[in-house]
Structure formats: C-alpha cells, structure tokens
DNA sequence: CCTTATGTTCAATGATTATTGAACTATCGA
DNA sequence: TCGATAGTTCAATAATCATTGAACATAAGG
C-alpha cells in the first residue's frame, strides 16, 4: 500500500516529545544500537531489533520514535529500514543527542545496551 | 515533619528517570526556571512556580524532580529552598543537562518558558 | 493565643502508557 | 502457485501518569 510513512519535518521536532521517546529503555536501546551502527551502515532493519521485545511491540516504539522525529523508515519490499535522522537533530537541538548517547554508553551494562563497540570517541 | 527529604546519591541517577522528568512540560520549565535563575541565587522557592500549575500538582512535580536526582530540596521554616543538582549530573551525564537546556532555550516561546531576565514577583 | 503563608497528603479522576497475542497484509523465493 | 518471511493492525489488559480540590500540617509574626 503506502510506500513512504508519515514523518515530522525538521522544525516539527519538539524537545519533549524526544525526551519521552527517549527515557524508555527499549527505544533508547533502539537508539543506541542505530547509533552504533552507524559506521557499518546508517540504516538497520525492523528485525534486528528483535532481541529487544516481541514484533508487535517494537512495531509501537518505532512508530513513536518516527512520531517524535527521531528516526526515519524506508520501505523496502518486506522489510523496512530505519536510520537515526542525526542531521536533523543536531540542526534542532546541538549536541542533545550525543549527550544523550554518550550518557546511554556510561550506563551501557545497567540499560542491557548492545555491547557491541565503544560508541563514544574523545573529541 | 521530617527535615531532610530523601535524595537519590549521585551514582544512583539514572538515565531514563532523568529523561522522563525532563520530558514533562512543566518539569522542563521548573528545571529551566532553575536554571537561569543560578547566576543569582543557587536556590528558588516551591512559590517561585506558582505560575507554572497549582500547588498540589506542582508538589508532585518537586517529588519527581527530586526522586531522580535532577534538584535538590532544602527545608527552611515553612519553606523548601530548590537548586539544580548541577554538579552530580554533569559528573553522571557529561554534557546531558547543557544540552537539554539550549535546546529548551532554543523553543522558549514554543515552551512558554520564562523570559531570560525575567522573575516574577507578584503580589 | 490567633492568623496568615507556606507547602504536603490524600483520594478520585481521566488520560496515556507499554505489553501481549492473534489475525492480517504484503512481499519474496522456489 | 505455494509457502515462508517481515512487519502491521487490532483489541484487551494492567500500570502509570498528570491534574484537581479539599483537608491537613507547620512555622512565622503580630
């Protein structure tokens, strides 16, 4: 059906509706691991972040995390791919979420954070 | 009454408790409000936000604030003296409270946030 | 003492929240 | 075409949330 799903535009983004996607543990994680990979490649699909909790779930918290413009989801075939729309919170809001990110890093065991790779990297 | 209210330790902070205070509008502007007012006076009164809701809901706001480490609250005769627990934030989360308050900064109107040099003192 | 000003506690309410599983749609590959 | 894969939708649930007002407690000042 519909090939592109709804998305905020850049100024549509508001501090506190990306405060609260952010504070719950499994969105973070999503974050975080969005963040993570973002060497490898800038997009990750819906299953990846199977670990996390149960399809339908994850099917909520990413339709916040696109709500509050935290991410962006393409269509493609059966999958959809989701990247952290980085640019447009860094023009928004300077510097939040690296805050937010190197702040999730510190804490990465209690958050049960992917423990992939560092994150962080000295300035 | 008891004269000391009970505060998180600074290892205790935890990331998405603070978030979540943070993304609550009228927590947002506390916090902000607190913030500015820091090169004054480190402290505000319960009263000084009484612009913001009532007072029974704004003591719910405090408890919240506090709980999570974000401030912390002073008993003085029939007042309570809050400050923004600066220093075991930045030291958890380097970095975090600066940027959620630029960005605060930033929507200020958006957020119906008080005016830079402006303190209320009604009456 | 009494009064006033400060702020809390409590109960009730309506709204939102995260979570689950079952049923469903849509696409890809053999 | 068939069957497997990827993800959504829907309804139901329990839990938490923000808000309100009334009643309460405490301290300061006359």
């Known amino acids: 059906m519909s090939r592109t799903l709804p998305h905020p535009t850049r100024e549509q983004i508001e501090l ?12 973070l994680a999503i974050v975080y691991q969005l963040a993570q ?3 490898v490649s800038s997009e990750l699909r819906c299953g990846d972040f199977n670990g996390l909790s149960g399809k339908s ?3 909520y918290h990413f339709a916040k995390l696109r709500d509050c413009g935290l991410m ?10 989701m990247r952290l729309r980085r640019d447009d919170l860094e023009a928004r809001f300077p510097g939040l979420l690296d805050a937010v ?4 890093a510190k804490d990465a ?6 423990p992939v790779c560092d994150v962080v990297e000295a300035g």
Not at 101 to 104: G, T
């Open 16 to 27: 506190p509706l990306v405060l609260d996607c952010l504070s719950d543990p499994i969105r």
């Open 37 to 39: 990979q973002e060497r």
């Open 57 to 59: 779930n994850l099917t």
């Open 72 to 81: 962006q989801t393409r269509v493609a075939g059966t999958n959809r791919f």
């Open 101 to 104: 990110l190197k702040s999730a």
């Open 109 to 114: 065991e209690k958050l049960k954070l992917a």
